[in-house]
């Protein structure tokens, strides 16, 4: 991802006016979407894109994309489109991209291990700056060019390296410890990859992600489609019987 540079002032507001215009949710869920579409389209060149271009490539409908950008102060030019660059930087500093945000993830299990040799964390603002288990034989393991070091020593570590974000990584029993630990040091955003529901103080923020759960969504899905399969399968031999009844002397 090419860095998204400062393009001066802002034309939309001041940080404080941004905060104040009350973002839907499910619009900040999409913002991701869309700066990873911008940013392909940067790469290949791109200098304006329409609406219905953006669309396309995001999979989100274009009516409801002009709507969620525009509570950027983005409305684009009629006939022309949106100029890539710009809209990048508009939705990288949305959603705080145009700084550094030091993350510490706990848990170095084998998911805990991929996620800290993730090389995509520093081109999309995010640079780990801890690993962090509880089971001393692994402190001091290198990850990511990054040593472990051991759950006593959280609260040091997120002072020291101003720690902005948390990751669990860990089984779901000591999950919701770790994430007390976590906002005890004073962390007040959670990514829970564990496969438990944790409690957290008002103004901690926490996005739960449970693959299985995804997984089993999946399944439902699929199984839809092995009946909608089935059923015109059973419709077609229907079909068939009665042209051969009709047709028979």
């Known amino acids: 991802m090419k860095p998204v540079s400062n393009h001066g002032p802002d034309p939309s507001g001041s940080s404080e006016d941004r905060a104040g215009r009350g973002i839907p949710e499910a619009t900040v869920a999409r913002l991701p979407i869309y700066l990873r579409a911008l940013t392909l389209l940067a790469e290949r060149g791109v200098a304006t894109a329409s609406s219905e271009d953006l669309a396309a490539t995001t999979g989100v409908n274009s009516a409801k994309l002009r709507k969620d950008l525009s509570y950027l102060g983005s409305y684009g030019t009629r006939g022309v ?23 510490v993830i706990i848990g170095l299990g084998n998911l805990g291990q991929a996620l800290a040799n993730y090389a995509g964390f520093g081109t999309r603002g995010f640079r780990v700056a801890a690993l962090v ?21 959280l609260d040091e570590l997120v002072r020291e390296r101003d720690v902005s974000i948390g990751v669990l990584t860990t089984p779901a029993a000591a999950a919701q410890p770790v994430a007390d630990r976590l906002v005890r040091a004073g962390v007040t955003s959670i990514l829970n990859f564990a496969p438990a529901v944790i409690s957290v103080p008002a103004g901690v ?45």
């Open 205 to 249: 923020d926490v996005r739960k992600v449970d693959l299985s759960i995804e997984l089993q969504i999946l399944a439902y899905h699929e199984l839809r489609k092995q009946v909608a399969g089935s059923m015109g399968a059973a419709t077609l031999d229907l079909d068939d019987m009665v042209a051969r009844a009709v047709g028979s002397p």
């Open 133 to 153: 288990d509880n089971d001393r034989a692994r402190v001091g393991e290198m990850y990511g060019g990054v040593g472990v070091r051991h759950l006593d020593e």
């Open 81 to 103: 489109g949106y100029d890539v660059e710009y809209l990048r930087y508009q939705i990288a500093r949305e959603i705080g991209l145009t700084q550094d945000w030091p993350v």
